[in-house]
T-cell receptor, first 118, second 112 residues
Framework: AQKVTQAQTEISVVEKEDVTLDCVYE???????LFWYKQPPSGELVFLIR??????QNEISGRYSWNFQKSTSSFNFTITASQVVDSAVYFC???????????????FGTGTLLAVQP | DAGITQSPRHKVTETGTPVTLRCHQT?????MYWYRQDPGHGLRLIHY???????DKGEVSDGYSVSRSKTEDFLLTLESATSSQTSVYFC???????????FGPGTRLTVT
């Protein structure tokens, strides 16, 4: 069965610190997709990134970077030089390629609350 | 902005009453989804739709029904609301061949 584990319930850092959010997943499928979403205090869900199982290349976008390792079933998210505006709940999610990805049901982790203190 | 609206945004209702939440999209996407968000559970899929009148159950579908009579609207109905259905409900769409989903602003439902 599919499962996503975000073991860190809450993380508190001081501005400008680097922080890594952990995500471990379980799936029996060989083709799957991983995602990160951000939920700021205002409540909306913002899509950050998608990674395909056949592409283990790490990605960097500004202060954000993602480390995908199939060997450890992890898809970790690092924020460099954190800012107060990064304070949010971050969700990791998994989708298997059922019906070629057509139905694309997302399985979410329980989220990590990141608090960045000024 | 994925052009998704949800109504109402907030609702308080009593146990046993029927409730319908509406998700409206303006971009003619085929796939639409309803999730609920609860502390300690993240988001869980309730129902989804892959076209007009084509719907299927998700992980936590008991007590919920859905309907999609036209592409732009996906309705979620609680036939007889219970306190365990107090939650934040999110609608989402998937764009074509992409795999990520884009979410509406959410509806906060309180069942007293």
């Amino acid at each position: 069965a599919q499962k996503v584990t975000q073991a860190q319930t809450e993380i508190s850092v001081v501005e400008k610190e680097d922080v890594t959010l952990d995500c471990v997943y379980e799936t029996r499928d060989t083709t799957y997709y991983l995602f990160w979403y951000k939920q700021p205090p205002s409540g909306e869900l913002v899509f950050l990134i998608r990674r395909n199982s056949f592409d283990e290349q790490n990605e960097i976008s500004g202060r954000y970077s993602w480390n995908f390792q199939k060997s450890t079933s992890s898809f970790n998210f690092t924020i460099t030089a954190s800012q107060v505006v990064d304070s949010a709940v971050y969700f990791c999610a998994l989708s298997e390629a059922e019906y070629g990805g057509a139905t694309n049901k997302l399985i979410f982790g329980t989220g990590t609350l990141l608090a960045v203190q000024p | 902005d994925a052009g998704i609206t949800q109504s109402p945004r907030h609702k308080v209702t009593e146990t046993g009453t029927p409730v319908t939440l509406r998700c409206h999209q303006t971009e003619n996407h085929r796939y639409m989804y309803w999730y609920r968000q609860d502390p300690g559970h993240g988001l869980r899929l309730i129902h989804y739709s892959y076209g007009v009148k084509d719907t299927d159950k998700g992980e936590v579908s008991d007590g919920y029904s859905v309907s999609r009579s036209k592409t732009e609207d996906f309705l979620l109905t609680l036939e007889s609301a219970t306190s365990s259905q107090t939650s934040v409900y999110f609608c989402a769409i998937k764009r074509g061949r992409e795999y990520e989903q884009y979410f509406g602003p959410g509806t906060r439902l309180t069942v007293t």
